[in-house]
T-cell receptor, first 115, second 110 residues
Framework: NAGVMQNPRHLVRRRGQEARLRCSPM?????VYWYRQLPEEGLKFMVY????????ESGMPKERFSAEFPKEGPSILRIQQVVRGDSAAYFC?????????????FGEGSRLTVL | QKEVEQDPGPLSVPEGAIVSLNCTYS??????FMWYRQYSRKGPELLMY????GNKEDGRFTAQVDKSSKYISLFIRDSQPSDSATYLC??????????FGTGTRLQVFP
C-alpha cells in the first residue's frame, strides 16, 4: 500500500454537507481508480481517471458524485449533499499503465461517516 | 446474480493448516484474475495475479484459475496467524475496472 496517499483518513459530515476525498497516486502513476466499500461488502468500482480525463465513470451515481484528476495535484472525489447511505470506505488505487489490469496499488482508504 | 460470488466466511483454521479460498464468476469474458488481502481498517494489497487459466505459485500461496468452470482458488499452505485477514478475489475483462468478490474473512488461530 505504500505510495498511494489518501486524505482525510476519516471524515464526518452531517446530512446535506459536502465531502471531498483526495488521492495522490504512487510516483510515476497516471491512472487513478476510485472504489467504494460498504460494510461486509466487496469493493465496488466507481470511476477510472487519467490526468485531466475521465475514462470510465460507469460506477458513479448519476447525482451528487463527481471526480477529477487535474494536471497538477491529487485526484478528488466529491460528494455533494451527503446522505447516510454515503457512509462507507472510499479507496483510491493507481497504476502506471493501462495494460496492467491487475497491478493496482491501493491507498489506506478514507472512511466517511454521515450523521 | 452477482458477477462474482465469494463465500464471506468466516473461515477459522488452526495454525499450519492448508486454506482453500474460492470464487465463482459468471462472465466468461474475464481474463485477469487477482487475489487481494485486506487487513482490518487497511487498504487491499495484491497477493496474486494470473492471466487466463492455469496455476501460479508464490511462496506459501498458490492461485488456480479454471476458466472452463468459471472458478478460481487461492491456497495458503502452512497458514500463520498473520494470515488472518479478508481475502478478496477480483477479475477483469481487459485493462479496465476490477470486479471484486465480497471477500472471505480468514482467522488462523495459534
Amino acid at each position: 500500500n505504500a505510495g498511494v496517499m489518501q486524505n482525510p483518513r476519516h471524515l464526518v459530515r452531517r446530512r446535506g454537507q459536502e465531502a471531498r476525498l483526495r488521492c495522490s497516486p504512487m510516483k510515476g502513476h497516471s491512472h487513478v481508480y476510485w472504489y467504494r466499500q460498504l460494510p461486509e461488502e466487496g469493493l465496488k468500482f466507481m470511476v477510472y481517471l487519467q490526468k485531466e480525463n475521465i475514462i470510465d465513470e460507469s460506477g458513479m451515481p448519476k447525482e451528487r458524485f463527481s471526480a477529477e484528476f487535474p494536471k497538477e495535484g491529487p485526484s478528488i472525489l466529491r460528494i455533494q449533499q451527503v446522505v447516510r447511505g454515503d457512509s462507507a470506505a472510499y479507496f483510491c488505487a493507481s497504476s502506471s499503465q493501462r495494460d496492467e489490469a491487475g497491478e493496482l496499488f491501493f491507498g489506506e482508504g478514507s472512511r466517511l461517516t454521515v450523521l | 446474480q452477482k458477477e462474482v460470488e465469494q463465500d464471506p466466511g468466516p473461515l477459522s483454521v488452526p495454525e499450519g493448516a492448508i486454506v482453500s479460498l474460492n470464487c465463482t464468476y459468471s462472465n466468461s469474458a474475464f481474463q485477469y484474475f487477482m487475489w487481494y488481502r485486506q487487513y482490518s481498517r487497511k487498504g487491499p494489497e495484491l497477493l496474486m495475479y494470473t492471466y487466463s487459466s492455469g496455476n501460479k505459485e508464490d511462496g506459501r500461496f498458490t492461485a488456480q484459475v479454471d476458466k472452463s468452470s468459471k472458478y478460481i482458488s487461492l491456497f495458503i499452505r502452512d497458514s500463520q496467524p498473520s494470515d488472518s485477514a479478508t481475502y478478496l478475489c477480483a477479475m477483469s475483462r481487459n485493462t479496465d475496472k476490477l470486479i471484486f468478490g465480497t471477500g472471505t474473512r480468514l482467522q488462523v488461530f495459534p
